[in-house]
């Protein structure tokens, strides 16, 4: 007995001595290693109890026990309800990290001070609270909901042990599940593998939830991970896997079978339909009898839509016209998409139906080509590609193929209520940009506004970048004809070829063989390939050869054909004839002619391949059977390696990675994405763009301003230095993405940069002389009411990017115009300066002043901006005016710049912006924000700054002596300075404290990443001495594989989940361009590598 009152008291002295650790979201080393998986959401629900099933009884934050005797509490917020304990990272997440099933809780009781237990059937969680009578309400709240189940009462806990054991014994021999449920009712249950992050999971779908647990004896023991609600989900299925999306996030798995994955699906289906509520525009769209029924096969209650063809679909029709591309069909659900179905939308939808619009698409559609809800998905893309993309079916317009006809017709219908004729009228081969003719309404869309016919609106609006109108149908991929041909070569062709080169061929394409002959009557052929070995076409300029038009041919074997002719009509016909050869079955209609199309090398495509269609900047992603449509001009980055290096597109859907090729048609293709992804000596809308459309310089040069220049004085009236501009200008227009601003450019440097892009760049902000000169007319107009009409009428005519360039450009220098009482840039003073550079002219004419200095002042009743939204873009600066009527001083020290700085956890709208001039150092900028947010910190607590990249999960702790700025400057769009209590600084004083020579020798598992693909982490012998670390194969190996030195290098804390690495304890190596991901066993391991890397790097001064 003594015995075990000891064991027990020294259960508790250790339980005592146990630290709180602090939230940490953002720290990718600090979850829980073994106890759960990390399901963070990328969007949190407005209103948090919506995404909670059950009321919640009690809630609040508790810390519990870390799992596998951790060092440290884990701070987590913690909900009950009548069924299960839960607890969460954080108060929004809506994914648990650990539910508890109360099914299986034995009792609960205190287990010290402020502490309490919860027994369950295997495992005792211990919590703890901020105060005993906060234990005291949790313990009175779980005693009050376990007294609540059926026959609980006066049970001791031995025999309720007994009937759970029972219980779980009896559901074993019935084949059925654990504890975890009142009464067992699952549908499907199952081991599946979850792909973000790459863990195996124990599946179980009962009452239209999926639930998540470690393995199978946890769920039958009542403890699990989370639960997934599907009445708000929707399902997403491929070859051999398929995905959950929910509001909150996506839930990806993989199963081993075609079988298992349609087993699995079929249930998924099945719950998401009987638990989704049918949705106001469903009710309302279904009212109508011909949309209750999929426009194309038939199924019932259709619940997706193409906006632009008018159409309802159901899900699997809603598939093939994905595959279609947004430019052909836009696809959009009924439900939860209030923002997009408006009641006018909703009217549009009614008025026409799927019987109106199918009595044009589907008008000689034969009996053998009819659909029904049984056909495959190839049946179905082949049926929509004929119906919508082709026009197969449609019926004849009378006005067909008489192109200023039908535009006349269009501009006529839009002005009345016939929508059904203006809908035949546009998928007929009217230009839905035609002109009226009317100089106020010089479009139908604009005439359809000014006449107030709001269906003729919607339907205009929605189509305005359609490209649907086909007014020819597709011809066999067979053609045969004379061409002319340069003798074929295995490497580019660069050099331009003479006329004289070129020799006629009379070439035929037949049977999925292209062949060319001396001339037609000969029957021996000159030579021939297969379309199936065709692996590049490409269109080349206009006069790039001896022949005007020319279209070159790469084979498989390395092999380049260059082909000519005078007439580009038909070389444009022989491009569609091999394209829609060579192209798999699936994809042979997606793309249309384009500049060049061709198969690559790509790490996400089937077997390593992908293929790739190029018109302009616009490249189509093909996949399998899913089309990806990327604007290059968007791209987020766009990484070309030197010489033998591949090639990494990043954008808002994720990544391409090309590898590198020998073959010839590569360097073509490098060439093309180049021109592709913008060019600085272009117009606007050929610039590099951000992801809200606007060039990124333009982007750039404003944030760099705004930053640290709104309070200088002349700001803009003053010019840089002109080297320096024209330094910075050229790095814009040879690569803007990758500009980076150094020490040596001042704010007047890169605000003159501003000015003359916008001064110089083609066609200008108002798109070309012939409309400036529109513009300045303005100025002559006395009315107000008229004046801001005419401006917001002359804004919808300019194009996309040009529009939201302006935008952009007069709210910032709204911004600078606020703060003129330091700055002494007025509404005239700018209009002074911005106008002649807007307008791209001498400054002779006053009306560019007018124009500039009128827009500024009425900026958001033409831009139609509320009062609200601008306010938040002059919070910044009312914050730099109350904190400098606080200084002694009234002038704004131009050295200085606002910096955004969160401060233990980074929040929406939580920045502190904070003065910090060129010279603070991270220990200065700390001890600021401190004060500004009154935190006195204890004695034996360390605060300190953090470069945080959430992208790459990675961070890092600022020497005290780093000088802020440039780092602030150079930080990425996923970047940001945290301040929080130093995690790791007392670990790493203790670990040096006494040690005469530092260094460290051990065995780390090691990963590189190049281009962004995953390599396994290798175990090797790593030597951390003398200023460098070495890296061996083995701990018998001599020979240094890789060596770094460590002051070129900067260590991170964490490293990217994505690489699946074997622990959560990793550290991150960059140097230059090139990543090193090193993974320790233990977090004791973790410290004592982080500590000697940073000693060594900074000496006695850490």
């Given at each position: ?7 027990k008291?020294?259960?508790l002295?250790n339980?005592r001595?146990?630290?709180?650790e ?28 919506d995404?909670?099933?059950e009321?919640?009884?009690k809630?609040?934050?508790?810390d ?5 005797g951790g060092k ?6 913690v ?11 954080n108060?929004?997440?809506v994914?648990?990290k650990?539910?508890i ?7 609960v ?5 402020q502490r309490?237990?919860?027994i ?19 313990i009175k ?6 007294s ?5 009462q ?5 025999e309720?042990i007994k009937?759970?054991e ?13 504890v975890?449920?009142?009464s067992?009712?699952a549908?499907t249950e199952?081991l599946?593998e979850?792909?973000s992050?790459?863990?195996?999971v124990?599946?179980v779908i ?7 647990f ?7 023991n ?7 609600d ?8 491929s070859s051999?896997s ?15 079978s075609?079988?298992?994955r349609?087993?699995w ?16 525009v469903c009710?309302?769209l279904?009212?109508k009898e011909f ?6 096969c038939?199924a019932?209650s259709?619940?997706w839509?193409?906006?632009?063809l008018?159409?309802l ?5 809603a598939?093939?016209?994905?595959c279609l ?5 836009k696809v959009?659900?009924?439900?939860g998409?209030?923002?997009l179905w408006?009641?006018?939308?909703i009217?549009l ?7 109106k619009?199918?009595?044009f698409?589907?008008?000689?559609i ?7 809800v049984e056909s495959s998905?190839?049946e179905?893309?082949a049926?929509a590609t004929a ?13 067909s ?8 017709a269009l501009c006529a219908?839009v ?5 059904v004729?203006?809908f035949?009228l546009?998928?007929?081969g009217?230009?839905i940009?035609?002109?009226t003719?009317?100089?106020?309404f010089?479009t139908?869309?604009a ?9 003729q609106?919607?339907l205009?609006?929605h ?10 149908v597709?011809?066999?991929?067979s ?5 002319f041909k340069v ?6 062709i660069?050099?331009q ?13 037949n049977a999925?063989?292209?062949t060319?002959y001396k001339s037609?009557?000969m029957?021996?052929r000159?030579?021939s ?9 490409s269109?080349?300029s206009p ?7 020319t ?6 074997a ?19 004839a091999?394209s829609?050869?060579?192209l798999?079955?699936?994809?042979s209609?997606?793309?249309?002619l ?9 790490t996400?495509?089937s077997?390593?391949t992908g293929?790739?269609?190029?018109s302009g900047?616009m490249?189509?992603v093909?996949?399998?059977d899913?089309?990806q ?5 968007r ?7 030197d010489g033998?290096?591949?090639v990494?597109?990043?954008?808002r859907?994720g990544?391409v990675?090309?590898?590198?090729d ?8 490098i060439s093309s994405?180049r ?5 600085g ?8 763009l ?8 333009v982007?750039?040069c404003i ?10 004085a002349?700001?803009?009236r ?5 080297s320096?501009?024209s330094?910075?200008?050229d790095?814009f ?5 990758n500009v980076?601003?150094?020490?040596k450019f ?6 003159s ?14 798109n ?5 000169r529109?513009?300045?007319?303005v100025?002559?107009?006395?009315h107000h009411r008229?004046?801001?009409?005419m401006?917001?009428?002359l804004?919808s ?8 360039t ?8 709204y911004?600078v115009h606020?703060?003129?009482?330091f ?6 003073n700018?209009g002074i ?12 004419d ?5 124009v ?10 033409i831009?139609?901006v509320p009062e609200?939204e ?7 600066t009312?914050?730099i005016?109350n904190k400098?009527n606080d200084?002694?001083?009234s002038?704004?020290?131009?050295s200085?710049?606002?910096c955004?700085?969160?401060?233990e956890k980074?929040e929406?709208g ?10 603070v150092?991270?220990k200065?900028?700390?001890l600021q924000?401190?004060e ?9 607590e ?10 790459e999960e990675?961070e ?6 780093e ?6 400057f150079?930080l ?8 929080k209590?130093?995690q790791?600084?007392?670990?790493i004083k ?5 040690k005469?020579?530092v260094y460290?020798?051990g065995?780390?598992?090691v990963c590189e ?16 001495t003398?200023?460098?670390?070495k890296?061996?194969?083995?701990t018998e190996s001599?020979l240094c594989?890789?060596e ?7 260590l991170?804390y964490?490293y990217r ?13 960059v140097c230059?361009?090139?990543?090193w991901?090193f ?5 004791d391991?973790f410290i004592?590598w982080?500590?000697?890397f940073?000693?060594?790097q ?5």
């Amino acid at each position: 007995m003594a015995k075990k009152e000891e064991e027990k008291s020294r259960t508790l002295r250790n339980f005592r001595s146990l630290s709180v650790e602090e939230d940490r979201r953002h720290s990718f080393f600090m979850r829980d290693r073994e106890e759960s998986i990390d399901l963070p959401c990328s969007h949190f629900p407005d209103y948090p109890k919506d995404s909670h099933p059950e009321p919640v009884v009690k809630s609040g934050w508790l810390d519990k026990t870390p799992p596998k005797g951790g060092k440290r509490f884990q701070r987590r917020w913690v909900q009950l309800d009548h069924k299960y304990l839960r607890y969460f990272q954080n108060s929004k997440e809506v994914y648990s990290k650990r539910m508890i099933s109360l099914q299986c809780v034995s009792a609960v009781q205190p287990a010290g001070d402020q502490r309490f237990e919860l027994i369950t059937l295997n495992r005792t969680f211990l919590f703890k609270t901020e105060s005993n009578q906060m234990r005291n309400e949790w313990i009175k709240s779980l005693e009050e909901v376990l007294s609540s189940r059926p026959q609980s009462q006066h049970k001791a806990r031995s025999e309720w042990i007994k009937s759970l054991e029972e219980v779980l014994r009896r559901r074993q021999q019935n084949g059925g599940g654990g504890v975890f449920f009142k009464s067992y009712l699952a549908k499907t249950e199952g081991l599946l593998e979850m792909t973000s992050p790459r863990t195996k999971v124990y599946t179980v779908i009962n009452n239209n939830r999926i639930y998540l647990f470690k393995n199978r004896q946890e769920y039958m023991n009542g403890l699990g991970i989370t639960d997934i609600d599907l009445s708000k989900a929707s399902l997403k299925e491929s070859s051999k896997s398929f995905s959950v999306i929910t509001p909150y996030r996506t839930f990806s798995f993989v199963v081993e079978s075609e079988a298992e994955r349609q087993r699995w699906c079929a249930c998924l289906a099945e719950c998401v339909r009987s638990s989704a509520p049918v949705s106001r525009v469903c009710e309302k769209l279904w009212s109508k009898e011909f949309n209750r029924v999929c426009a194309d096969c038939g199924a019932d209650s259709p619940e997706w839509a193409s906006v632009n063809l008018c159409v309802l679909l159901c899900e699997r029709c809603a598939d093939a016209h994905r595959c279609l591309g947004p430019s052909v069909s836009k696809v959009f659900s009924l439900k939860g998409n209030d923002q997009l179905w408006t009641e006018d939308l909703i009217k549009l939808f009614l008025q026409l139906g799927n019987g109106k619009v199918n009595s044009f698409w589907a008008a000689n559609i034969p009996s053998s080509e009819i659909l029904n809800v049984e056909s495959s998905s190839s049946e179905r893309l082949a049926y929509a590609t004929a119906k919508y993309l082709k026009g197969t079916f449609r019926k004849q317009h009378h006005l067909s193929g008489q192109q200023e006809a039908l535009n006349n017709a269009l501009c006529a219908a839009v002005k009345g209520s016939n929508i059904v004729e203006t809908f035949r009228l546009l998928f007929s081969g009217a230009d839905i940009n035609s002109s009226t003719g009317i100089p106020e309404f010089p479009t139908p869309l604009a005439l359809a506004m000014h006449s107030g016919q709001t269906n003729q609106v919607e339907l205009l609006k929605h189509n305005q970048k359609s490209d649907t109108v086909k007014s020819e149908v597709n011809t066999a991929p067979s053609l045969s004809g004379y061409l002319f041909k340069v003798a074929s070569a295995n490497r580019p062709i660069t050099e331009q070829k003479p006329r004289s080169e070129f020799t006629q061929r009379w070439c035929s394409l037949n049977a999925g063989m292209f062949t060319y002959y001396k001339s037609e009557q000969m029957a021996h052929r000159c030579g021939s390939m297969k379309t199936s070995e065709i692996i590049c076409l490409s269109l080349n300029s206009p006069g790039n050869h001896g022949f005007e038009h020319t279209l070159e041919i790469y084979t498989d074997a390395g092999r380049v054909y260059l082909f000519g002719a005078d007439d580009i009509v038909t070389i444009k016909e022989w491009f569609r004839a091999i394209s829609m050869a060579m192209l798999p079955t699936a994809l042979s209609s997606v793309c249309g002619l384009c500049d060049r199309l061709g198969r690559l090398l790509c790490t996400e495509g089937s077997l390593g391949t992908g293929w790739f269609c190029l018109s302009g900047s616009m490249l189509q992603v093909l996949l399998e059977d899913s089309v990806q449509d990327i604007n290059l001009l968007r791209l987020h980055t766009l990484t070309i390696g030197d010489g033998a290096g591949d090639v990494v597109l990043g954008w808002r859907g994720g990544y391409v990675h090309l590898s590198f090729d020998q073959r010839p048609h590569f360097p073509g293709w490098i060439s093309s994405l180049r021109r592709g992804a913008g060019s600085g000596n272009e117009m606007l809308s050929q610039q590099q763009l951000t992801k809200s459309g606007i060039p990124i310089t333009v982007q750039r040069c404003i944030e760099y301003v705004t930053r640290h220049g709104l309070m200088s004085a002349g700001i803009y009236r003053k010019s840089g230095t002109t080297s320096r501009v024209s330094a910075l200008l050229d790095s814009f227009q040879q690569d803007a993405r990758n500009v980076c601003f150094s020490d040596k450019f001042g704010v007047d440097d890169v605000a003159s940069t501003l000015k003359r892009f916008l001064r110089e760049v083609k066609g200008g902000v108002f798109n070309g002389e012939d409309n400036s000169r529109n513009w300045l007319k303005v100025a002559d107009v006395s009315h107000h009411r008229a004046k801001l009409s005419m401006y917001q009428n002359l804004l919808s005519e300019l194009p996309e990017v040009n529009r939201e360039t302006l935008k952009v450009l007069l709210n910032h220098l709204y911004c600078v115009h606020h703060l003129s009482e330091f700055n002494q840039m007025t509404m005239g003073n700018l209009g002074i300066v911005f106008g002649p550079t807007l307008f791209q002219t001498d400054g002779s004419d006053p009306r560019t002043y007018t124009v500039v200095e009128e827009m500024i002042q009425n900026y958001c009743a033409i831009f139609n901006v509320p009062e609200e939204e601008l306010q938040k873009e002059l919070d910044a600066t009312s914050l730099i005016l109350n904190k400098i009527n606080d200084q002694t001083s009234s002038k704004f020290a131009p050295s200085l710049s606002i910096c955004a700085v969160y401060i233990e956890k980074k929040e929406e709208g939580a920045e502190l912006l904070v003065q910090v001039g060129s010279n603070v150092t991270a220990k200065q900028l700390v001890l600021q924000v401190l004060e500004m947010r009154g935190i006195e910190p204890f004695a034996e607590e360390m605060w300190t700054c953090y470069e945080v990249q959430e992208k790459e999960e990675m961070e890092r702790e600022l020497h005290f002596e780093e000088k802020v700025l440039p780092l602030y400057f150079s930080l990425g769009p996923d970047c940001h300075l945290l301040v929080k209590k130093s995690q790791y600084s007392n670990d790493i004083k203790n670990y040096l404290s006494g040690k005469n020579e530092v260094y460290k020798v051990g065995t780390l598992r090691v990963c590189e990443v190049k281009g962004d693909k995953n390599r396994n982490f290798i175990s090797h012998q790593c030597e951390l001495t003398k200023g460098t670390l070495k890296l061996y194969k083995d701990t018998e190996s001599s020979l240094c594989e890789k060596e770094w030195s460590v002051q070129e290098g900067t260590l991170y804390y964490g490293y990217r989940s994505k690489l699946s690495p074997p622990t959560p304890w990793g550290l991150t190596l960059v140097c230059g361009q090139q990543q090193w991901y090193f993974c320790c066993d233990n977090e004791d391991e973790f410290i004592e590598w982080m500590a000697t890397f940073l000693s060594l790097q900074c000496g006695e001064n850490r």
